[in-house]
């Protein structure tokens, strides 16, 4: 690549030159999400792709921001967010986890889990550093670490009757004297795995006596089903002296337009995660953090949210059972994976294409999830829709 960027003469071709811009992400195209919402549309297909509720948030929550914007919360809040959603967000994570995070150093509200999974990557990876992948992963994860000149190191999940699991021991092999950062998922997106108190250990295992840093991308740590707890990272003194937890209040509350999530980590990985953080964004929008921090100080949305999105997986994979899909478990998020190898031999793209334009249902390939091309048969419906939507799709589905 030319990287000389002085203009020659002529104006076209001084254009064109301008117009040579190195890539900083070569191989990153528009993301799955995006496509398959687009086709979705133009398909009039019900879309249980793209992964966002079908229905309103609490009017409650819409009330608090509102009041928030009337009695003039309408200027620039403090760099790391408003210290009533920091000292919201810290009790909430004492009292379910039980891990005391100062809220003024140790909290930094962000624009979107996104953002603060891009932040944490820029503020602790340098050119050359590894840093492990567990694939299928979440988009964002790797373009991130490329951004910051990393290596992502993949390591893919296994397939077996118990659903998708976390191969430690090739976790363990795949660490090096370079290894900078682990980047877990869990409740994990696609698969809808969760990780249980024996995957905390062998991560500890891995981890303990080196400087690598965990990334913890725990958006959906309030859709956990049947029972079971969230095992974040930061319940474990050990694990969260050096992890980054992420978060999203788009995914807790019914909001993802509204972008907005935050950041714990100990006050020295805080302190750097803000240097970037305050250069990037500076801080996230004033009304929507009092907004929330006043919402969040009734803990039941939260509390209940098992329950809600429980009862419509169970609803799905009811109707399910009648089709020939093969569903694989979902033990936490609103996704719900199917094998559809009984179906049809098309790659996975071109299964979710052809089931969103020709059935009228679109759904994400599981592939889209891996950096080198993978076809296991499987691809991804999300549940968070209007119990009406969800019964839509099943009597499309049926038909095949
Ligand atoms: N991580 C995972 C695993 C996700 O599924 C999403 C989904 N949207 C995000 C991060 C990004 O969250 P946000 O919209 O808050 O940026
Ligand atoms: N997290 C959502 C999903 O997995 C989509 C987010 C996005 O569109 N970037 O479907």
Redesign the pocket.
Known sequence: MNRDLRIPDGAASADSRLMQLQSRLPKVGTTIFTVMSTLASEKSAVNLGQ?FPDFNCDPALVDAVGDAMKNGFNQYPPMPGVPALRQAIAAKIDKIYGHSYDPATEITVTA????G?LTAIMCAVHPGDEVIVIEPA?D?YVPSIELAGGKPVPVQMTLGADGYQVPWDRIAAAVSPRTRMIMI?SPH?PTGSVLKPADIEALKDIVRGTEILILS?E??EHMVFDGARHESVCRDPELAARAFVVS?F??TYHV?GW?I?YVAAPAMLSAEFRKVHQYNIFTVNTPVQHGIAQYMQNPAPYLELPAFYQRKRDLFRAGLKHTRFKLLPADGTYFLCVDYSAISSLSEADFAIWLTAEIGVAAIPVSAFYQSPRESGIVRFCFAKQDQTLQQALQRLAKI
């Open positions: 992964g979107g889990a996104t953002q999974l979440y964002s998922n997106n991308d958006v959906y999203s788009g995914k993802t972008k999530g």
